[in-house]
């Protein structure tokens, strides 16, 4: 056909939107997003013609004008156009707490608390018994006090912001004292020294890199007199001097510091901020609740810190804790309530969602088998090597039922927590490597992550790693299925 014949061929709007498949489509999504998926569809077409060669013209498929093909390729359109941007993908790296993977999965009932809360009305600043305005922090405070031994907590929406808002109420216009080795920074722009200074606390460092004694927290400490004379040269340490507010423990989350060292515990810390009435801060970062020496993970958890006598804790809601994005912070009821007064405590609230979720997740910790059992983190955590190879071995053989021509083997790996959490320890883990023929590694890496349910994967080596610690067990057909030739 000649050009001008197959423009003539193009169908009518009107035409395509009587097609029945559309018709229904219509009613689901909305006739505005259809007659514009067929106006666009139509207008590529012409588009297309109008750049053909009047030899290519004669070779156009018209087929592709008819009245069903132009309204399936619009349902088509319609259907990609609705692709949400934030899905679920299969983490294959072995690492659990991955930031760029959502870091924690949410327990099933968390999940269904959500939904269950958000769907419709809620209490959440409703006092239902008494029949008046209620306070969403009081939604969890019971919860965690019973679980931490806390007087209170508060939860805002992330440890940054609770790092913000602790720092903002309790050091604004003095000095928080803190070791050198402790001025951490957690990725993107969390860095200590920065929050500090946006709160508007001063610094106060001490110590050195590798060692800080408890002796250096306490010289650094001033009193508001000495801080008055230090404006008028009689400190010995000259500059500006403002009277210490805090003494802030930073957990080092996610590096280590080996060999010739020395760090102040927190007993110690507790101790000195008794004799000078001082309260004490421990930004703890990974929330973890149980002791999970047993499972290779040597990390302070809330209960034991608390213990100790610290003032405030802060910690994440999404790392070990394995709830949703927040920052909680737990301890004394006067800071607390102080801080739940604050300007910024309003610019840092979260809503229902997290509480829903928040509060099914915190309830898992009533009983720590409980805990460990439903509560993905934990669970990974806990699984142990010998599980690893069966499920790996699981992998292997519905690998090789969707794909025979693939060689398989499965080989131990070192599996991480990640999240910038507990960076030394290694969980002894299992993969399944993978080699389809003599294609390389970073190409089946690719085929995985274009896979309908994307797979990202571990490289090591040049060898294609799917470590199964982070894949759910009702995910390994799924897996396999992105192997399908
Ligand atoms: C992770 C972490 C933070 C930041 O927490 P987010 O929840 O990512 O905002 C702050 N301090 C410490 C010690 C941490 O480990």
């Not at 994307?454 to 799924?478: F, Q, S």
Request: proline content about 4%.
């Amino acid at each position: 056909m000649t050009k001008k014949e197959l423009l003539r061929g193009l169908p009518k709007i009107d035409e395509v939107l009587k097609q029945e498949s559309l018709v229904v489509l219509s009613e689901e999504k909305g006739d505005l997003m259809v007659t514009e998926a067929v106006r666009s569809v139509i207008a590529g077409l012409r588009a297309s013609i109008l750049d053909l060669s009047d030899k290519k013209a004669e070779e156009f498929d018209a087929s592709a004008l008819e009245i069903e093909a132009v309204a399936e390729a619009a349902e088509a359109k319609v259907l990609r156009d609705e692709e949400l941007n934030l899905y679920p993908l299969i983490n294959a790296t072995g690492t659990i707490l991955h930031t760029n993977l959502g870091r924690a999965p949410l327990c099933r009932d968390a999940v269904e608390n959500v939904a269950r809360v958000s769907r419709g009305y809620s209490d959440l600043e409703y006092n239902v018994p008494k029949g008046k305005r209620g306070s969403r922090h009081d939604l969890v405070s019971e919860l965690i006090a019973e679980l931490t031994g806390a007087e209170d907590a508060m939860v805002v929406n992330n440890n940054a912001a609770a790092t913000m808002i602790v720092l903002a109420s309790m050091g604004a216009g003095k000095e928080i004292v803190v070791s050198r080795g402790e001025l951490v920074e957690i990725g993107g722009a969390f860095r200590i020294p920065d929050i500090m200074m946006q709160s508007g606390a001063y610094l106060q460092e001490v110590g050195t890199s590798n060692k800080t004694k408890a002796s250096d927290y306490e010289n650094a400490i001033i009193t508001k007199e000495q801080a008055e004379d230090a404006m008028y040269g009689m400190d010995p340490r000259g500059g500006m001097r403002f009277e210490t507010g805090a003494l802030m423990k930073v957990h080092k989350s996610n590096y280590d510091i080996v060999g010739f060292t020395e760090e102040a515990s927190l007993e110690e810390l507790v101790e000195i901020g008794k004799k000078h009435d001082l309260p004490v801060i421990f930004d703890m970062g990974n929330g973890l609740m149980l002791d999970m020496s047993a499972y290779g993970l040597n990390e302070p958890n809330i209960p034991a810190s608390l213990a100790t006598g610290i003032d405030v804790m802060l910690f994440s809601g999404d790392k070990l804790l394995g709830g949703p994005q927040a920052g909680i912070i737990v301890g004394k009821k006067k800071y607390i309530k102080a801080m739940k007064k604050h300007p910024l405590a309003r610019a840092m609230r979260v809503d229902k969602m997290t509480f829903a979720a928040l509060e099914a997740t915190l309830m898992k910790y009533r009983d720590p088998k409980v805990a460990l059992r439903d509560i993905p983190v934990l669970n990974m955590i806990a699984a142990s090597g010998e599980d690893m190879r069966a499920k790996a071995e699981r992998l292997a053989d519905a690998i090789k039922r969707v794909n025979p021509a693939l060689s398989l083997e499965l080989v131990p790996v070192e599996d991480q927590i990640g999240g910038g959490s507990a960076p030394m320890v290694r969980l002894p883990g299992w993969a399944v490597s993978v080699k389809d023929g003599m294609k390389s590694a970073d190409r089946t890496e690719r085929k995985l992550r274009k896979a309908e349910v994307p797979v990202v994967a571990r490289i090591n080596e040049d060898r294609l790693l799917l470590c199964v610690r982070t894949i759910a067990e009702d995910k390994l057909e799924t897996v396999a299925e992105a192997l399908r030739k």
